[in-house]
């Protein structure tokens, strides 16, 4: 009896003990399986929030893999949690770590797999400009799970560009450089001259304004055209820059016979030589086929190549030294509004814009070269206040000889030289050398009062000297107004010698701007008219060192 209640008492004891058992492993069961199912869940759910895979790379042969895992990750805005972020540490310290077991081939192409499926999900979750990436070229640490990233999406397209486009930055480069040297006063060395003194506008900005023409300016020269009239002219008289220019400007290292590489075209007519072939004084339309030979010109290299209309004109130019240029280039109108004209009669009045238009100076060489016309004494021995000799012409020239011919010997002034007195003699022996208007406003006296020493007076109306974006003729010349030609002496006398001497100095070392070298050197007459030209393609002005 006592047996069997011990028995019944284990029994019960024992369905105690099992009762009480079972709900503790059925809660361990549910605790065990319930947060794995919600680490999984949270992982792989539509709504998770990383997606991870390890991109392996194996060594070939029989040596033991070299995994080089890296994560590639993509995260969704959302409020993260600190599973989550154990996870992702415990997945970032795993993927970087270099001690851990191979993984099996099968586990391999599961990996392969998911970075497959990786792949094709990525770009759907990145369109939702709620994402950011992860690189998998080096390691970064990850951002906060807290805070919501925007992926900086850039849209790259590799465009070409055309010539005229590289063209002009690297014109936009020159302008750039020109006005920092003009703004931080830096002078830059030059071995052959470093302009300097109040004769230039800015010295600085000039000096680089040059250096940057030596380097970049290319000029294409069409070839279309026959001698006399087209690649020629005359290189002795009074209009000898047309021909000087023309023929240097066919032979200079600025030219380029690629039209695409230049900057500008040059027109390589002579109007002295339409002038001298076509020009019939017995004509009533005289006019007419001397501007119907420019017009066929333009016409022709209009027809034949692109860039005339391209620009209607606007990068091209002319050189015309003979007083009817302007009037010979009003034939064809784009040429007279849009197109560069260097021109020897840069008279505004007759439609001469300085803003576009080159004002270059008319150079008279007897023989044809320098020789003989360079030098003149010191100020000391100059005995002659003012000195001019030179035929009636023009409506200024009258005034002056009517005020001052055979009147004064300190104002020398003639219609004509006695026999036997030297033209340049008497330059040299003059302090100051009048310049007035003829017909036109150019005058090769202003040059030759240069080679010689002599200060230069200007009396002229509507005229603009030139290369004036880059010299101030005030400093080393002076200039008269037509009205006070009777006042010529009291306004010479009136300069004092101290002031005097250093106009003269000053001009002796403008000089080199003013010669006409064979070949040309740097400086010189050639490249001054070549840098006034290279000035309008920039579309600047030294004076204030802006664009026009």
């Known amino acids: 009896m006592e047996s069997s209640r011990k028995k019944m008492c284990y029994s019960t004891t024992s369905t105690r003990v099992l009762w009480i058992m079972v709900p503790f492993i059925l809660v361990s069961i549910f605790f065990a399986f319930g947060n794995n199912s919600k680490i999984s869940t949270s992982l792989f759910s539509s709504s998770s929030s990383w997606l991870f895979s390890s991109v392996l790379k194996k060594s070939s042969g029989d040596e033991q893999p070299d995994f080089q895992p890296k994560v590639v990750a993509v995260a969704v805005a959302g409020n993260g949690g600190a599973n989550r972020e154990e996870a992702l540490l415990e997945d970032y310290s795993f993927n970087n770590s270099n001690s851990f077991s191979p993984l099996t081939a099968e586990a391999d192409q599961e990996v392969e797999k998911e970075a497959q499926e990786l792949k094709e999900i990525q770009q759907p979750v990145i369109q939702k400009n709620e994402s950011f990436n992860i690189s998998l070229d080096e390691p970064h640490e990850f951002p906060s799970l807290n805070e919501t990233h925007a992926l900086p999406i850039e849209t ?113 007519i002579s109007v002295t030589s339409i002038v001298h072939f076509i020009y019939d004084r017995n004509s009533r339309e005289h006019w007419n086929p001397m501007k119907q030979t420019l017009r066929d010109y333009i016409n022709l290299v209009a027809g034949k190549y692109p860039y005339w209309n391209r620009s209607l004109g606007a990068d091209h130019f002319i050189l015309a030294c003979h007083d009817w240029g302007p009037e010979i280039s009003k034939a064809v109108p784009e040429l007279f509004k849009n197109s560069i004209r260097a021109l020897c009669n840069a008279n505004t009045s007759e439609g001469f814009k300085p803003s576009k238009d080159v004002s270059f100076p008319e150079i008279l060489l007897p023989g044809g070269t320098m020789d003989g016309l360079i030098g003149g004494p010191s100020p000391s021995r100059r005995s002659i206040l003012a000195f001019f000799a030179g035929g009636l012409h023009g409506p200024i020239r009258p005034i002056l000889l009517d005020h001052w011919e055979n009147k004064d010997d300190d104002i020398q002034v003639h219609r004509y030289l006695p026999k036997g007195v030297s033209y340049y003699g008497m330059l ?91 070949p040309p050197k740097r400086y010189d007459v050639f490249h001054m008219i070549l840098h006034s030209i290279w000035l309008r393609r920039l579309n600047m002005r030294l004076r204030g060192v802006e664009y026009l």
């Open 156 to 268: 790259r397209i590799k465009r070409k560009f055309s010539n005229l486009e590289r063209l002009e930055a690297k014109l936009w480069k020159s302008r750039a450089a020109i006005k920092e040297a003009a703004m931080s006063g830096n002078q830059t060395d030059d071995a052959d001259y470093v302009p300097s003194g109040p004769m230039y506008w800015n010295a600085n900005a000039f000096h680089r304004s040059y250096l940057e023409m030596e380097k970049q300016f290319k000029v294409f020269v069409y070839e279309e055209g026959d001698q006399p009239i087209f690649h020629n002219g005359p290189c002795k008289s009074i209009y000898a820059m047309e021909g000087n220019f023309i023929y240097q400007m066919e032979t200079t290292k600025f030219r380029t016979r690629d039209p695409e590489k230049a900057h500008i075209f040059f027109l390589p």
């Open 428 to 518: 040299r022996k003059s302090k100051y050398c009048l310049c007035p208007s003829g017909y036109e406003v150019a005058s090769p006296r202003m040059v030759e009062a240069l080679y010689t020493g002599c200060v230069p007076v200007l009396i002229k109306d509507h005229y603009v000297p030139p290369f004036s974006d880059a010299l101030n003729w005030k400093s080393f010349s002076v200039e008269v107004p037509v009205e006070e030609i009777p006042n010529l002496k009291n306004i010479l006398a009136g300069i004092s010698t101290r002031q005097y001497i250093r106009l003269q100095r000053r001009g002796k070392q403008v000089r080199r701007h003013f010669e006409v070298n064979l």
